[in-house]
């Protein structure tokens, strides 16, 4: 069956984009899941390169209306917790700075101007001031990978002669803000083994301020990413911030632990004894999104036959009727791929009627989903980062 709705999907000649059905489901969808597919058929399908410009840029435009304006890491190891299942949702790189500098590398390529042209119109997000309780951290670490490539990749020989890249580089480095950026901003430095974008760096590193949180979170990173060059600016920087900062604890995180309320505690522990008629007892649970999502997993995980049929069409139900899509689309979806990738990956039979129930749900989302696990599997370029699946 798989190989039918492939060729329906894709066929053989690789029709101009607009006629392509994959396409027609991508613009159906939001903007982040609609940019994701337009940027997986151009860096799978054979087209032409023109066809494949001209859905990354549009992919690029989507990007600008996705949700999350850029990806955020946790800084230790989370389960159990809101934090956690938001780490998920945020390793998609479904956020407008992932999705745009991935539009950007794949654009290099085949039209280096253009990418360069895209990069510039990149508006980098505000990042936050960090406090103690805060178990997330912005991860820009995107921007200045692609920066370097446009860097090596987007200017020409008389360009180049000019010393404009190098231009180039330094202007955004000058734009250094945050603890977070310094990093990323090292390795690209590091890589591009320019003298003066090292002493421009270092001057930078010499003088930032460094919050609590901001200097505990990305200290381990930052020590990974320095040249020997680097490291007297890092001593000064290092030894700045614990004279001034008052240390965060680890018991000042605040992850928003699942299973607190009576009822949540009432209703896993239900799930833990399989008690009977659980399926209906879940059906009408008024619970947290996030919650209601897991005990319908552990119903999957333990469900054979019919009644796995039964339960994945009462969790599909469920999905339909919440109005976390709306709030939040790639929190939402999180649940939804992270079932079939575990089954998937287990060579589950149960995988197949999965993507069969998402392809006929009429949810935009899982079937252009479905429509591109059937069409081109897990195929993602191995820079875009682990899939959510816990």
Request: glycine share 2%.
């Amino acid at each position: 069956m798989r190989w039918v709705l492939t060729a329906a999907l894709i066929p053989m000649a690789f029709a101009a984009p607009p006629q392509n059905p994959l396409i027609r489901l991508a613009h159906a969808a939001p903007p982040e899941f609609a940019a994701d597919a337009l940027l997986r058929v151009a860096e799978n399908a054979k087209l032409a390169p023109e066809a494949k410009i001209e859905l990354i840029e549009e992919a690029f435009r989507l990007a600008e209306s996705a949700h999350f304006s850029l990806p955020y890491r946790s800084f230790r190891t989370e389960s159990d917790s809101r934090t956690a299942i938001q780490n998920q949702a945020y390793r998609l790189h479904l956020d407008q700075l992932s999705l745009q500098t991935r539009a950007v590398r794949d654009l290099l390529p085949l039209a280096p101007a253009k990418a360069r042209r895209h990069f510039e119109e990149i508006r980098f997000p505000q990042l936050p001031a960090l406090a103690c309780a805060d178990a997330l951290i912005p991860d820009p670490a995107s921007f200045y990978e692609v920066l370097g490539q446009v860097v090596q990749g987007a200017f020409t020989p008389k360009e180049r002669a000019k010393e404009e890249h190098v231009n180039f580089l330094l202007g955004y480095l000058s734009r250094l803000t945050a603890p977070v950026q310094l990093a990323p901003a090292a390795r690209l430095v590091r890589t591009m083994n320019l003298e003066v974008a090292t002493v421009q760096f270092t001057g930078i590193l010499e003088s930032m301020e460094s919050p609590g949180r901001a200097f505990e979170a990305t200290l381990a990173d930052l020590q990974a990413s320095l040249t020997e060059e680097m490291r007297p600016a890092f001593a000064q920087y290092d030894k700045r911030a614990r004279t001034t900062n008052l240390p965060c604890k680890d018991s000042d995180v605040e992850t928003n632990p699942l299973w607190q309320s009576s009822d949540s505690k009432a209703i896993f522990e239900q799930t833990r004894a399989r008690q009977p008629d659980l399926l209906q007892t879940v059906s009408s649970w008024n619970g947290p999104f996030e919650e209601k999502c897991l005990i319908y997993r552990a119903l999957l995980d333990s469900a054979k036959g019919p009644d796995f049929d039964k339960t994945l069409a009462a969790f599909l139900e469920y999905l339909n009727s919440s109005n976390m899509v709306q709030q939040s689309p790639v929190e939402w979806f999180v649940p939804a791929q992270a079932l079939y990738d575990r089954l998937h990956e287990s060579n589950s039979a149960h995988a197949e009627r999965v993507l069969s129930a998402y392809r006929e749900s009429g949810n935009p989302i899982l079937v252009l989903f479905a429509a591109i696990e059937e069409t081109f599997g897990s195929k993602r370029p191995a820079w875009i980062g682990a899939s959510a699946t816990p």
